[in-house]
């Protein structure tokens, strides 16, 4: 387990506190609404507060006012921006001699379709792959699906299509769970919101003995977590009905 | 008298591959350059923009030049588009590929002339790569944009490759005043070097601990510096 010093006391954001939504504008931009809770966080009354929305070569820093006196964006234009582009934005409250105070950072985009009381663990960005339909990124800050947008329909496939769903997000789960167990030997959900544990605690709460999965790098302990990992993506399958939804899926076809 | 920007289709693409495969394997073969104009292998772009071929001396001229020609257009349209710089690759390829000493071109992996989306490889490409950089920073980021189109540097890699890094205009200025040395318009000797203190390797170390504990993004190159460690001393502007 990696062991994080915090001399200056900085804060941790809580993504709970940040409520951000995404919306297209009439003219197919990017637009988007923030705000952020910061009561009871004992912040100084004239730190500033800046949003920051970055991808890539994209960045863009918007001034949102101090703790006192706050000033959220509202339908804020990310200009520039392609409307499908998984966008991650980032939240700090400075103090006068630049020093952070609090900082939320990797917050994916939320669609007003989504719930806000809940964290979007994969999100979606639409690229294209050439020959492959899906691909799951996970060497970049947070786990994205990305799927090939020369694909027709390829968001309402990855939603709603049995067959998709049955073979696809199992193995998302397992490689997702590969690196954080078996690379990252990240086993411990309890100890931040960062995305490794979000996920550990999402795969935990569907099995039905709440195991950890084992820690340490040696080949025993190796062949331990591999089989901690088809534990974890069977009990993924089981809770999703995924082996009915397949037999439905061929079902379906060949009628 | 210009030529009007066209986009690679995807069979044009295709075949500006196979050109690389072959050159790649010791081929001699001139440019495929009626692949630019050919109706199958290109298509005509939604707005009419006029380029000709210069022989740009540093990768800052090259990228200006594209700026100042692509601006207008939506960014959209432009920034990711595929056939758009694969085209202009091909266009510009004496340039980004010259034929050296011995007559071969040593074109590297497709991505550098074909842009890949790809988070990991899309800075690599050999005409984007430099146009992303001089649209964040125009002029101030001489490190990064010195040196012919075709030869990739380490700080290009290192920074650009770093999302933190390469849109932090306080960071980069910072690199800049550490490591170019305008007199003779090139990075300094050894500022990339692995072993050096406060080289390069050094400075996204420190950048990326202080990262942490101060917004850097609402700083400028000078109190960027301002915070680094006496081992950067013999890197300071004079």
Known sequence: ?????????????????????????????????????????????????????????????????????????????????????????????????????????????????????KICLLPVDFVDLGQSVWRLDVDSDWPSLQLNKCVENIREIARSDNCFLTLVYPEIVRQVLYKIVVEEDHTDPYTDDDWMSQWLRFVIDLSEDKQLPPSGYSDPVKLEKLKWIDDAVNAFSSNNNVLEKFIQSQNFREK | ????????????????????????????????????????????????????????????????????????????????NIGLWSWLSLYYFDLVCPVNENGRRLPGQDYRHILDTDFRRYYYHLLNGPYNIYKLHEEKVPLLLSGPLYRTTTFHLQLASRQGFITNKGVMEAANLLYYDSSHERPKIAAASQKKPGSLFRFITVIQQLDLTYDLYSMNGEEVLKLLPSEFEEWRPR
Request: net charge positive.
């Open chain 2, 1 to 80: 008298m210009g030529d009007l920007i066209r986009v690679l289709t995807d069979k044009g693409i295709q075949s500006f591959k196979v050109y690389l495969a072959e050159i790649r394997n010791g081929s001699t073969k001139a440019p495929p350059h009626e692949l630019l104009t050919n109706p199958w292998s290109s298509a005509k772009m939604q707005w009419e923009v006029e380029i000709e071929r210069c022989d740009f001396e540093s990768k800052l001229e090259a990228s200006k030049f594209l700026y100042e020609r692509l601006r207008m257009l939506p960014h959209l349209q432009v920034d990711q």
């Open chain 1, 1 to 117: 387990m990696i062991r994080r010093f915090n001399y200056t006391g900085r804060k941790k954001l809580v993504r709970t506190r940040v409520s951000i939504s995404l919306n297209k504008t009439s003219d197919s931009l990017l637009a988007f609404d923030a705000a952020v809770q910061l009561d009871g966080l004992d912040l100084p009354p004239g730190a500033k507060i800046f949003i920051e929305a970055y991808r890539r070569a994209y960045f863009k820093r918007i001034s949102c006012g101090t703790v006192s006196a706050p000033k959220f964006p509202r339908k804020f234009i990310l200009e520039g921006l392609d409307p499908e582009a998984l966008v991650r934005f980032r939240v700090k409250i400075v103090d006068k001699k630049g020093r952070i105070l609090a900082i939320a950072d990797r917050i994916t985009r939320r669609t007003e379709e989504e719930p806000t009381d």
